[in-house]
């Protein structure tokens, strides 16, 4: 999981500040994936990047949030004026490809988000 | 629209004590079903991937199997350090987008 990288690992922002979370997936993977994890719950999907490209983000409320995967550089998260629901744990996972053998995602250690 | 559900939610073993783990699932052309294992402030560690019902997968003490409707993980004589909890994924082709839908998990507890 350590080829995934994501930063910051823990985030602190007051209520109204903007959070920005970093994903870099894995050498030569270039689908992208963000998911939003509350304790004792399973991870729901945000969004699916490519690079350049947003190709599903059914899952991102529409008010807020954002996400990019530029073509070079990192993706990010962006949450503007956050609140206290924002609080969570945000995962980044990528993947190689999306048909035939060896699609599974792979995941960084996630950024913890405290909205204080 | 896609589902998975995973059962139990918490199991208690003893250590060497198998048993197994189920996930249920609704999807609509399945591409690819999937085992994480996610261990405390850790992001989901991959395990295996399945891709048709009668696949089985092995590592160690776990093994993966996989119907039209379940996959089980199997925990063989289980050690303390297979405590974590245990995500099921599947990846449809659901209106032509590859997101992985995720489980709640199953929470293991092997005691020593």
């Known amino acids: 999981n350590a080829d995934v990288m994501q930063n910051p690992r823990h985030l602190v922002r007051r209520r109204g500040q903007e959070a920005r979370l970093r994903c870099s997936p894995m050498k030569g993977h270039s689908h992208v994936y963000w998911y939003r994890q509350l304790p004792e719950e399973g991870l729901k999907f945000m969004v699916y990047l490519q690079k350049e490209n947003i190709i599903d983000e059914s899952g991102m409320p529409k008010e807020r949030f954002s996400a990019e995967f530029p073509k070079e550089g990192p993706s990010i998260l962006r949450i503007q004026q956050v609140v206290r629901g924002d609080s969570a744990a945000y995962f980044c996972a990528s993947s190689p490809r999306t048909g035939g053998a060896n699609t599974e995602a792979f995941f960084g250690q996630g950024t913890r988000l405290t909205v204080v | 629209e896609d589902q998975v559900t995973q059962s139990p939610e918490a199991l208690r073993l003893q250590e060497g004590e198998s048993s197994s783990l189920n996930c249920s699932y609704t999807v609509s052309g399945l591409r690819g079903l999937f085992w994480y294992r996610q261990d405390p402030g850790k992001g989901p560690e991959f395990l295996f991937t399945?891709?048709?019902a009668g696949e089985e997968k092995e590592k160690e003490r776990l093994k993966a199997t996989l119907t039209k409707k379940e996959s089980f993980l199997h925990i063989t004589a289980p050690k303390p350090e297979d405590s974590a909890t245990y995500l099921c994924a599947v990846q449809g082709e659901t209106s032509g987008t590859y997101k992985y839908i995720f489980g709640t998990g199953t929470r293991l507890k092997v005691l020593a």
């Open positions: 399945l891709y048709s």
